[in-house]
C-alpha cells in the first residue's frame, strides 16, 4: 500500500518507540517484571493450601479479588466511552488517544475476568459454567456480558488498527525482527487501503462503536446485580446498575488521563497528546465526577434518612473513623471534590494537576469498590457470633496483596509491550498531527499538526 | 382377673432396689474402678452424648451415627419424596445454650470446630426487650434466594422441600452465601481433615460428607437419617427437646421425647417465622420465649472462652442503642 | 406400730447386710483397680416385645465404661437366649449388641417354646465372659397376651376399640385382660403420636379415632395400641391400618419454571435469546467486513 509524505514522517517518529528502549523504559520494565514474577508464588501457594490463606472467611467471603474484579471491569468503560461515542460524534481531537483508550478496555476485561478465577473455590470445575449453566444467576449474565464485550473490545481494537498493520507491513524502513513482519503481515489481512477497503472498515467501526455502547451498559448493570439482587445492606439497592455504569465511565475516564500522562512523558508525545486533550477529558472527568457525586449522596442520603436496622447499622460502620470512615471520606469527598476543583477551577488546570486529579479518581474508586464489598459483608442481618473472633473483621493476607500488586503490573506489562508491538498514536488516522519533531511545538490552545495542513 | 404374679427369680423392681444400693457402695468406693475398657468392635475414641426415642441420654461412638451408605440414586437425591414437606419447629422457651446440638452435627458431618452447620446466637431485639438463645438451622425456605443464584445448580429445592448441595458441582463461587440472609452457609476454606472411620465415605447429597475443599456446606435436615426413619442428629441430641422435626404433610412434629400435632403446636404457642418480610418463606418455625424453662444466663455458664467471647462482642453492641 | 424385737431384728439385720455389702464393695473395688485389665461388670437386663406376629426379645447391655464412667452401652458382645424351664434351658439364638447395645432376638409365633402355667415363658439372656467383662444373665417371664384393633362407629362418633387377651398356648385359651393400661398412636415417619390412653376394662376399651389427621391418598391411618411395661405381659403390641383419616392427595410434581428451578422463565429465555444474537450478528458482520476486505485484495 501506498504511504504517503505525512505517514513516512510519523513513522520515522515512532520507529524508536517500536524497536528501541530508552533507559527509563527498561527500568520500569524490569521493575515490572518483578512485580510480576512475585505473583507466581504466591499463586502457587493459594493454589495448594486452599483459599485459607487469603483473609477471606465465613463472613467476608469475597475480599480484596473481588474488588479487583469490579475495579478492571470498571475501568474498561474508557474504551466503550472515548472509542465509540467520540467516534461515532466524529470528534476530530479523539484520534491520538483511541488506541490507548481501547487497549485499556481489552487489557482490563481480561485481568478482571482471572481476579474472579482467583477467587473461586473450584478452578477445575469451570467448565460447570457451561454444560449446568443456569441462566437465572446473575454470575450467568456476568459471564455471558463479559465475554460478549472481550470479543466486542479485540474486535474494535482490531478494526481500528489493521490500517496501521498494513502500513508497518508495508514501510520498507521498519527495522524489526521477521517474525514481526509476519505477524503484522497476518494482521494486515491484505488491507491494500482501496476506496472499497477503507470504506468496509468505516463501516464495520461505525456497527462496532454503535454495539459498544449499549454493551458496555449492559456488562456493568449485569455487574452490579450480583450485589443488587442479594438481600443485604448496601446492596440491595435500586440505583446499583445506574451508580455502577456511571462510576465506570468515571474511573474509566482517570485511567485514560493517567496512560495518556504516561504515553506523553515516556515517549515525548507532548506536540501530539497536547493540554487540549488534557483539557476535554478534563472536563468530561469532571462532569462525570459531579454525576458520580450525584449518585453517592443520593444513596447515602435515602439509607441515612430512613429508619431501617442494617442499612443504619451500615452507615454508622462507614461513617466510624475506627472502622471504614477514613476510608469513606476519601472514596466519597476527596475522590469527587478534589478532581472538581482541580478541574473545575481554571487556576489549578494543567496537564500535570489533571493528570493528579485522575490519580486520586482511580485510587478512590478503588477504595469505594471496597467500601461497597467489605463492610456490607461485615454488616450480615443476623449477629456474627458463630465465628472466631479474628473472622469478624476482613484483612489482607500478604498473598492478596502480592497479587492485587502483581495485577496492577501485569496490566502496566502488556500495555507497554503493546505499546512496543504497535505505535500507540494511530499513524494512519493522525499522520497529519504529527509535527516536524525537530522543530517547534505548537502553542498551547492550537488543535496539533494544524500548523501543518496544507489545505 | 390377672393372674397375681407369683414369687419369680429377679424381679425388675427387686433389681432397682438392689441396683440402688449397688450404687451407693460404689459411689462409696468411687475412683477404684479404671476406664480403661474399650469396646469390642471399631471405635472412633469419641463419644457423643445422644437421647434416644425413649429419651434416655446415651453415649455412643461418634463414628456409628453416619453409617448409611449411598442407597439412593443421583436423580433421586435431586429429587425427594414429593409427598413429604419437612418442618421443624424450635422451642425459644426452653433453649439453654447447651450446644449439644451443635457438637453432634459437627460430630456428625466431620466439620472442623469453625464450620458449624447449627448455630446458636444470643439474640436481644431491642435495648429494652429480653434476650433469648436462638438456635438457627438451615431454615430450608421455600423460595430459597441461594437457588435461585446458583450459577451451576449445584445447590437445588427439593420437592420434600428440603435444599441440599450437590458438592460435585458446585464450583465455590459464594454466591450462595451472599444471597442467603440468614448466614447459613459456611464455606470450606481447606482441605477438610477426613477422620479414619469416614474414609471410605465416597459422598453422597444426601449425607453431605465428606465435605469437599473449595465447595460450600450448610444443615442439611439430615436427608439420610429421614431413610432410616430417624430424626436429625440436632434433634435426637437436644437433652431438653428444643427442637422438633416432622412432616407437614402428617402434621406431626417430633423431638425425640414427644409427638405432637404440628399445627396445634403452632396455634397454641403461637409459632412464627425468622424475619418473615424478607419474603424466603423459610420451613423453620418458632414458638416465642414465653414461660421459659431456664434464665438466659445459663447458657453461659461452663462455656469455653473462646466461644464465650464471641457472644459478648454483641452483648456489648446491644446495650448501646445508636442515635 | 410397736417396735418388737423381731421387727427390730428384721431391720438391724438389713442393715448390717447392707453394711457389710459396702465393705465387701470397697475391698472387692480396691482389688480390682490395682489390676487395671480386671473385667467389669455388666449391666444386663432384657424385656419382651410381643406383637401378633411373635415375640422379640431385647436385651440392652451396658457397663461402666469411658473417663466419666458414665453407664454406657457396649457394643459388640455376643449375647445368648435362652428359654428355660425347671429342667431345661433352650438356646435360642445369639445376637451381637449393636451401636445403642441392644442385641434383640424375634421369635416368629412363639415357636419351639416351653411355656410354664404358672410363670409363662421363661427366657434369660446371658452374656458368657470375655477379657473385658464378667459373665452376666438376667431372666424374664413373659405371659403371652394378645391385643386386636377393631374400629367401629358409634353415634356416628368413629372409635377405635382394643380387645385384649392372655392367651394360654396349650388349652388356647383366651382369658380378657383387665385393669392394664393401653396406650393409642398413630404411626408417623418419625415417631409415635400419642392419641389417648384407657384402661382395659374385662379386655375391652375404646378411644376416639383421630379423625382430623391427615392420612395418604386415601385418609389411611396406622392405629397402634400398646400395652406398655407391664409387670406380667412386658410389652404387647397391636396395629391396624383404617381410612378414617383426613385425605390428602398424592402431590404430583409439575414442571415448573421459576427463579429457583433449574429451567429458566421463558421470558427469561426470550430475552436472552434476543440480546445476545442482537450482538452477535453485528460481530458476525464485522467478520464478514474482514473477509471481504481480505477478498478485495485478493481479486486486485
Not at chain 1, 42 to 54: K, M, N, S
Not at chain 2, 224 to 250: F, T
Not at chain 2, 261 to 267: A, E, G, N, V
Not at chain 2, 287 to 302: A, Q, T, Y
Amino acid at each position: 500500500m501506498k504511504i504517503d509524505s505525512a505517514t513516512l514522517n510519523a513513522l520515522e517518529r515512532f520507529a524508536p518507540q517500536l524497536n528501541t528502549a530508552s533507559l527509563l523504559e527498561k527500568v520500569l520494565f524490569y521493575i515490572m517484571m518483578v512485580f510480576v514474577l512475585a505473583g507466581f508464588p504466591a499463586l502457587y501457594i493459594q493454589h495448594f493450601e486452599g483459599h485459607y490463606v487469603t483473609g477471606m472467611r465465613d463472613n467476608v467471603f469475597w475480599g480484596v479479588y473481588i474488588v479487583n474484579f469490579i475495579f478492571y471491569i470498571g475501568i474498561s468503560y474508557a474504551g466503550a466511552l472515548i472509542s465509540g461515542i467520540l467516534y461515532l460524534l466524529k470528534v476530530e481531537w479523539r484520534k491520538p488517544i483511541i488506541r490507548i483508550a481501547e487497549m485499556i478496555t481489552v487489557i482490563s476485561t481480561i485481568l478482571g475476568p482471572i481476579y474472579i478465577l482467583l477467587c473461586m473455590g473450584r478452578l477445575d470445575r469451570l467448565h460447570h459454567l457451561i454444560i449446568y449453566g443456569r441462566i437465572q444467576s446473575p454470575i450467568t449474565w456476568d459471564v455471558i456480558a463479559i465475554t460478549t464485550y472481550l470479543i466486542g473490545s479485540i474486535i474494535f481494537l482490531y478494526l481500528a488498527t489493521i490500517q496501521d498493520f498494513a502500513i508497518l507491513r508495508d514501510w520498507k524502513g521498519l527495522k524489526v525482527g521477521k517474525w514481526r513482519h509476519a505477524w503484522y503481515r497476518f494482521f494486515a489481512v491484505s488491507y491494500q487501503d482501496t476506496p472499497r477497503q477503507r470504506q468496509l472498515v468505516h463501516r464495520g467501526l461505525t456497527i462496532m462503536s454503535i454495539i459498544i455502547i449499549p454493551l458496555a451498559v449492559i456488562v456493568h448493570s449485569v455487574l452490579s446485580w450480583i450485589f443488587g439482587m442479594t438481600l443485604r445492606p448496601g446492596w440491595h439497592s435500586t440505583i446499583f446498575a445506574p451508580y455502577f455504569v456511571v462510576a465506570a465511565v468515571f474511573s474509566g475516564t482517570g485511567v485514560l488521563i493517567i496512560a495518556m500522562w504516561v504515553y506523553r512523558k515516556l515517549y515525548k508525545l507532548e506536540d501530539i497528546i497536547t493540554e487540549k486533550h488534557f483539557r476535554y477529558l478534563g472536563i468530561i472527568l469532571l462532569v462525570l465526577g459531579a454525576l458520580y457525586g450525584y449518585f453517592t449522596f443520593a444513596e447515602y442520603l435515602t439509607n441515612w434518612y430512613g429508619s431501617e436496622k442494617w442499612e443504619l447499622e451500615l452507615i454508622y460502620k462507614l461513617f466510624d473513623l475506627n472502622e471504614f470512615g477514613w476510608m469513606f471520606i476519601f472514596a466519597a469527598f476527596v475522590g469527587v471534590l478534589l478532581p472538581i476543583i482541580i478541574i473545575g477551577v481554571p487556576y489549578f488546570r494543567s496537564i500535570n494537576s489533571i493528570s493528579f486529579a485522575s490519580l486520586i479518581v482511580v485510587v478512590a474508586m478503588w477504595v469505594k469498590r471496597y467500601i461497597i464489598i467489605i463492610p456490607t459483608l461485615e454488616t450480615p442481618l443476623l449477629p456474627m457470633q458463630e465465628s472466631r473472633m479474628e473472622y469478624v473483621h476482613y484483612s489482607m493476607t500478604w498473598i492478596e496483596w502480592i497479587l492485587t500488586i502483581s495485577g496492577l503490573a501485569v496490566f502496566c506489562l502488556f500495555f507497554y509491550l503493546y505499546s512496543k508491538f504497535v505505535p500507540i498514536i494511530p499513524v494512519s488516522e493522525s499522520a497529519d498531527l504529527v509535527g516536524n519533531p525537530n522543530g517547534a511545538k505548537g502553542k498551547d490552545g492550537d488543535i496539533p499538526g494544524e500548523q501543518n495542513k496544507n489545505k | 382377673m390377672s393372674p397375681k404374679k407369683s414369687k419369680k427369680g429377679f424381679s425388675r423392681r427387686k433389681f432397682l432396689k438392689n441396683g440402688l444400693s449397688i450404687g451407693i457402695g460404689t459411689a462409696g468406693s468411687a475412683g477404684m474402678l479404671s476406664s480403661c475398657a474399650k469396646s469390642e468392635k471399631k471405635e472412633s475414641g469419641e463419644r457423643i452424648r445422644v437421647m434416644t426415642t425413649d429419651g434416655k441420654l446415651v453415649e455412643i461412638d461418634a463414628a456409628q451415627l453416619h453409617e448409611l451408605e449411598d442407597v439412593v440414586s443421583h436423580e433421586e437425591a435431586r429429587t425427594g419424596d414429593p409427598n413429604r414437606e419437612y418442618v421443624m419447629v424450635i422451642d425459644l422457651a426452653k433453649c439453654r445454650n447447651a450446644r449439644i446440638c451443635v457438637d453432634v452435627c459437627q460430630r456428625m458431618h466431620n466439620l472442623p470446630p469453625e464450620d458449624e452447620w447449627i448455630k446458636v446466637f444470643y439474640m436481644q431485639d431491642s435495648e429494652d426487650t429480653a434476650p433469648y438463645w436462638f438456635p438457627k438451622p438451615c431454615f430450608h425456605c421455600n423460595s430459597p434466594s441461594c437457588v435461585n443464584v446458583c450459577p451451576v445448580g449445584a445447590t437445588f429445592k427439593r420437592l420434600d422441600g428440603l435444599v441440599l448441595i450437590d458438592n460435585e458441582r458446585c464450583i465455590g463461587c459464594k454466591f450462595c452465601m451472599a444471597a442467603c440472609p440468614y448466614s447459613s452457609r459456611v464455606f470450606n476454606w481447606r482441605e477438610p481433615e477426613i477422620k479414619d472411620t469416614m474414609k471410605d465415605h465416597h459422598g453422597a447429597i444426601e449425607t453431605g460428607v465428606p465435605q469437599k475443599v473449595g465447595t460450600v456446606g450448610k444443615c442439611d435436615f439430615c436427608p439420610d437419617m429421614a431413610r432410616m426413619g430417624k430424626l436429625p442428629g440436632c434433634i435426637e441430641a437436644c437433652p431438653n427437646g428444643v427442637l422438633y422435626y416432622g412432616d407437614k404433610h402428617e402434621d406431626l412434629v417430633s423431638n425425640g421425647t414427644e409427638t405432637v400435632r404440628f399445627s396445634d403446636l403452632i396455634y397454641e404457642r403461637a409459632g412464627y417465622r425468622y424475619m418473615e418480610e424478607l419474603g424466603t418463606r423459610p420451613s423453620v418455625y418458632y414458638l416465642p420465649p414465653v414461660n421459659r424453662s431456664f434464665d438466659p444466663e445459663v447458657g453461659f455458664k461452663d462455656l469455653p472462652d473462646e466461644i464465650r467471647e464471641r457472644y459478648d462482642v454483641e452483648r456489648s453492641k446491644i446495650k448501646k442503642e445508636t442515635r | 406400730m410397736k417396735v418388737t424385737m423381731h421387727t427390730y431384728n428384721k431391720y438391724y439385720r438389713k442393715a448390717s447386710l447392707i453394711l457389710l455389702f459396702f465393705f465387701i464393695l470397697l475391698i472387692v473395688g480396691h482389688r480390682s483397680s490395682a489390676q487395671n485389665d480386671s473385667p467389669l461388670r455388666l449391666y444386663l437386663d432384657i424385656m419382651s416385645y410381643q406383637n401378633d406376629s411373635g415375640v422379640e426379645l431385647r436385651s440392652s447391655v451396658r457397663a461402666r465404661i469411658g473417663e466419666n464412667r458414665k453407664i454406657l452401652p457396649v457394643e459388640g458382645l455376643s449375647i445368648d437366649f435362652y428359654n428355660l424351664t425347671d429342667t431345661t434351658e433352650t438356646l435360642l439364638g445369639s445376637v451381637t449388641s449393636n451401636s445403642e447395645g441392644v442385641a434383640s432376638l424375634f421369635i416368629e409365633g412363639y415357636k419351639g417354646l416351653q411355656w410354664d402355667e404358672e410363670e409363662g415363658y421363661l427366657f434369660m439372656a446371658s452374656f458368657q465372659g470375655s477379657d473385658r467383662f464378667r459373665k452376666g444373665s438376667k431372666d424374664l417371664s413373659v405371659r403371652q397376651a394378645e391385643i386386636n384393633i377393631g374400629f367401629e362407629e358409634v353415634d356416628s362418633i368413629k372409635m377405635i376399640s382394643v380387645q385384649a387377651f392372655e392367651i394360654n398356648p396349650l388349652a388356647s385359651e383366651k382369658i380378657p385382660l383387665d385393669d392394664i393400661t393401653v396406650s393409642f398412636y398413630v404411626k408417623g415417619s418419625f415417631s409415635l403420636y400419642r392419641i389417648g390412653e384407657e384402661d382395659l376394662e374385662d379386655g375391652v376399651c375404646a378411644v376416639n379415632f383421630p379423625v382430623s389427621l391427615p392420612g395418604d391418598e386415601t385418609g389411611n391411618l396406622t392405629i397402634i395400641a400398646k400395652v406398655e411395661e407391664d409387670d406380667d405381659y412386658g410389652y404387647v403390641e397391636g396395629s391396624a391400618i383404617k381410612d378414617w383419616g383426613v385425605v390428602k392427595l398424592p402431590v404430583i410434581p409439575e414442571e415448573r419454571r421459576g427463579l429457583g428451578d433449574t429451567d429458566a422463565p421463558l421470558w427469561m429465555v426470550y430475552t436472552l435469546i434476543f440480546l445476545l444474537s442482537a450482538v452477535w450478528i453485528h460481530y458476525i458482520y464485522v467478520f464478514i467486513v474482514v473477509y471481504l476486505i481480505k477478498r478485495d485484495s485478493r481479486a486486485r
